[in-house]
C-alpha cells in the first residue's frame, strides 16, 4: 500500500496547507480556485491565538474593495479585529455559514470556516507579497519563535485541510 504524503506541515502543533499562500503577520490564507477567484481565511495559528469566534460580518458584497482593505469584522473571547484582504478586487461571496456558527474558523480553519471570495484585479502582483510552500512554513516558524508564540490549540471537532 503506497503512503500518500500529507498536504500539510505542522509547524509548533499548527497545521499549515501547503498549497496555499499565507500572509505572515496577519495570519491569513489565499487559496488560488480553479476558476480564477481566490478564497480567504485566517490561519490555525490565528484561531488559537484568537481564541472561540464569537461573531462575524461581513462587508457588502459586489463591490471593490483595495488591497487592505476592511472585507469582514471578527470578534473573538479575545479580540475584535477587521479582516484586511491581502487581495484587491470584487467581493463575490461571503461565509454565510459564519454568521450561524461563527466556530467554524477555529473547528475548520482552511475548509468549513473561509471567510470570503473574490475576484482579483491582479492576482499576480497581489500573489508577489504572499508566502507559499516550504518558504511560508520557514517563516510562520521564524515568525512563532520570534514573538513567543505557543503552540496551537486544537478544539473538539477540528478538521484537518
Known amino acids: 500500500m503506497t503512503r500518500e504524503a500529507p498536504s500539510f506541515a505542522i509547524v509548533h502543533s499548527c497545521i499549515l496547507p501547503l498549497d496555499l499562500h499565507y500572509r505572515i503577520e496577519q ?5 488560488v480556485e480553479a476558476d480564477g477567484t481566490v478564497t480567504l481565511g485566517y490561519t490555525d495559528v ?3 491565538v484568537a481564541g472561540r469566534i464569537l461573531h462575524v460580518t461581513f462587508r457588502p458584497t459586489g463591490r471593490h474593495y483595495a488591497h487592505d482593505a476592511t472585507v469582514a469584522v471578527v470578534e473573538s473571547a479575545k479580540w475584535l479585529g477587521a479582516y484586511r484582504t491581502p487581495v484587491s478586487g470584487l467581493l463575490l461571496e461571503t461565509n454565510a455559514a459564519l454568521l450561524e456558527d461563527p466556530e467554524l474558523v477555529n473547528r475548520s480553519p482552511y475548509r468549513r470556516g473561509w471567510l470570503v471570495r473574490i475576484q482579483p484585479d491582479d492576482l499576480e ?3 508577489a507579497d504572499l508566502l507559499t510552500g516550504h518558504e511560508a512554513i520557514a517563516a510562520y516558524d521564524a ?3 520570534r514573538r513567543g508564540l505557543d503552540d496551537c490549540v486544537h478544539c473538539e471537532g ?4
Request: proline share 6%; net charge neutral.
Open 27 to 31: 495570519h491569513q490564507w489565499v487559496r
Open 46 to 48: 490565528a484561531q488559537t
Open 125 to 127: 502582483r497581489d500573489l
Open 143 to 145: 515568525f512563532m519563535s
Open 158 to 161: 477540528y478538521e484537518l485541510p
